[in-house]
């Protein structure tokens, strides 16, 4: 199967991991969504989205690749990124959403969710949000990089990833607590085989 993945390339996204699995049995191409417009409501002083910039229409990239695609698929990830006009390709094409839970990616998503033949969520709890259409596709690991090290049990506890008490006042609170009581080690920016060490000493 000839599969078009759009997703925004920043290190170690979920789209990586999705894109390597994938070529493991299809032919894939992968666009950087991180190059289209940014789309925003204006922090929900307006009721619809509108790109920051020029649209960039799905039609318009694909003809570079000089070749009919079965599938496209867009892996939601950080920021807000879409391509337009995936109704006219007359194709499946599939939205993974991955930041639900998020108020302005669900915001985002349902604006977009017509746009797509098929919806997937990774929280089971939002897919409502989508109607009846929407099924869950939970995350998984990458075996060949998430897996166990022999190495010495340094630390109680680990916790790998963002600490922004602007961002996550809710896990920032709860670090604190575990570290009243635990050996809670916080690392951020540690990812791949690194981050799958850290965790085996834990």
């Known amino acids: 199967m000839n599969i078009f993945l759009a997703y925004n390339k920043i290190p170690w996204t ?3 991991y999705f894109e390597k699995a994938l070529k493991k049995n299809h032919s894939v191409e992968s666009f950087n969504l991180g190059g289209t417009p940014y789309w925003t409501n204006f922090y929900n002083r307006l009721r619809f989205f509108i790109p920051k ?5 799905i039609q318009s990239v694909i003809k570079k690749y000089k070749k009919p695609f079965d599938l496209v698929i867009e892996v939601d990830s950080a920021g807000q990124y879409h391509l337009l006009g995936l109704k006219k390709l007359n194709i499946p094409t599939v939205l993974w959403s991955l930041d639900t839970h998020e108020p302005d990616k669900i915001r985002f998503h349902t604006y977009f969710k017509d746009h797509f033949s098929y919806i997937f969520s990774c929280h089971k709890n939002y897919m409502y949000k989508f109607g009846n259409s929407c ?13 166990k090290f022999d190495l010495p049990k340094n630390y109680d506890i680990v916790f790998i ?3 922004n008490p602007r961002i996550y006042p809710k896990r920032v609170e709860l670090l604190k607590q575990i570290s ?7 690392f951020l920016g540690v ?3 690194e981050m799958a060490k850290i965790y085996s000493q834990a």
């Open 180 to 186: 009243q009581k635990f050996n809670l080690q916080v």
């Open 14 to 16: 979920t789209g990586l």
């Open 135 to 147: 099924q869950w596709l939970p995350v998984a690991c990458d075996p060949e990089i998430n897996k």
């Open 191 to 193: 990812y791949g085989e």
């Open 53 to 57: 910039g020029f649209p960039i229409y």
């Open 161 to 163: 990833g963002n600490t």
